[in-house]
Nanobody
Framework: QVHVVESGGGLVQDGGSLRLSCTAS????????WGWYRQAPGKQRELVAE???????NYTDSVQGRFTLSKANAMKTVYLQMNSLKPEDTAVYYC????????????WGQGTQVTVSS
């Protein structure tokens, strides 16, 4: 059963923009934290940005000021607006839906490719 579905990846030129979305429509209990991670070839998966249900956000330094998180549908959907994209942003991006109180869960999306050409 697929709980988390991503969309919005693609190919864009240096300086361009993309918006990723992630929806968790099948989850019965509310998400407490959404996270976006990425993994470039030959590198470890890293946290890009995260948002709590209270609305607090955290961004890794390399995307601060360029990427913005937003939410909709009572935290069942989260968007990652990516502006001023750079070739080093090229990676597979994964969303992660976490509930940190009972009943706990931790679900990952299937990943979406973002490629930024120079």
């Amino acid at each position: 059963q697929v709980h988390v579905v991503e969309s919005g990846g693609g190919l864009v030129q240096d300086g361009g923009s993309l918006r990723l979305s992630c929806t968790a429509s099948t989850l019965a209990f509310s998400i407490t934290t959404w996270g976006w991670y990425r993994q470039a070839p030959g590198k470890q998966r890293e946290l890009v940005a995260e948002m709590t249900a209270e609305g607090s956000t955290n961004y890794t330094d390399s995307v601060q000021g360029r990427f913005t998180l937003s939410k909709a549908n009572a935290m069942k959907t989260v968007y990652l607006q990516m502006n001023s994209l750079k070739p080093e942003d090229t990676a597979v991006y994964y969303c992660n839906a976490v509930r940190k109180r009972s009943p706990r869960y931790d679900y990952w999306g299937q990943g979406t490719q973002v490629t930024v050409s120079s």
